[in-house]
């Protein structure tokens, strides 16, 4: 695997909190935004403290499985709630639908690769960045819809770097060391991608759209806590912190 590196990166420490917390939250790293809007709301409204420890999908889904604790569960990715479901990890009762996940291809301003779609990631010399089909939710959807459009064989000589978390997709875009990145388009609309990157859309018909769930998980210390706190990210002061941050809602 070939492996560049990022001059700046997001590092993201778990670190033990003064006290423990009310309640413990998994959650996808590219929803780190809205979440911690949320988490901030929540928190002076209930009086209460909430940890949300940020990763890739696969790495959340894996803690859940070796049984560390967490009381609300907040992938990239639908799968992960229906696998988790399958396991006994969370309430089948409490699983609700969120917001939609739309990938995208996040290029340099000034798109100096000139890509304007799927096929040009293929195309000889472009820098290619994709999310590690083992760990975000991003990089397995990447690979599925590449495959789909018969371009992961052609594409995958041009990957530069299989990147951990979509978050750092972002940074490898913006920092100009790639040239184009399959990443969740309403990360386009973070700080840090303000006037560094572009959008190139995916046709529709070769997209592959996600949906982002909440549920509370079965091993819960906390459940009336939970529910409160998964029925909020789905309200409708939830859904309009979502759509602040680039976020479509799964009714429309």
Not at 61 to 74: E, K, R
Not at 116 to 133: E, F, M, N, T, Y
Not at 164 to 179: F, K, S
């Amino acid at each position: 695997m070939k492996r560049i590196w990022a001059v700046a990166m997001v590092v993201l420490l778990w670190t033990a909190p003064v006290r423990a917390a009310d309640l413990m939250v998994f959650s996808g790293a590219g929803l780190m935004k809205p979440m911690e809007e949320m988490r901030k709301n929540f928190e002076r409204q209930h009086g209460v403290t909430v940890d949300v420890h940020y990763g890739s999908s696969g790495e959340i889904f894996g803690m859940i499985a070796a049984g560390q604790p967490c009381d609300v569960l907040i992938p990239g990715a639908e799968k992960y709630t229906l696998d988790a479901l399958d396991n006994g990890w969370v309430e089948k009762e409490t699983i609700r639908k969120l917001v939609l996940h739309l990938p995208a291809i996040a290029v340099p301003k000034g798109n100096p690769a000139n890509v304007k779609g799927l096929d040009d990631l293929a195309r000889q010399g472009v820098r290619v960045s994709i999310g590690d089909p083992k760990a975000p939710a991003i990089g397995r959807v990447s690979k599925k819809l590449l495959t789909k459009a018969k371009l992961w064989e052609r594409v995958q000589p041009n990957i530069e770097v299989y990147a951990p978390t979509v978050n750092q997709l972002l940074i490898y875009v913006a920092l100009n060391q790639v040239d184009a990145a399959l990443i969740w388009k309403d990360l386009t609309s973070w700080a840090e991608a303000k006037g560094k990157i572009e959008v190139v859309d995916i046709d529709p018909g070769r997209n592959i759209i996600k949906t982002i769930p909440t549920a509370v998980c079965t091993r819960t210390k906390n459940r009336a806590l939970a529910l409160e706190f998964n029925n909020y990210v789905a309200s409708a002061d939830g859904l309009a912190i979502w759509g602040k941050w680039g976020f479509e809602p799964c009714a429309k």
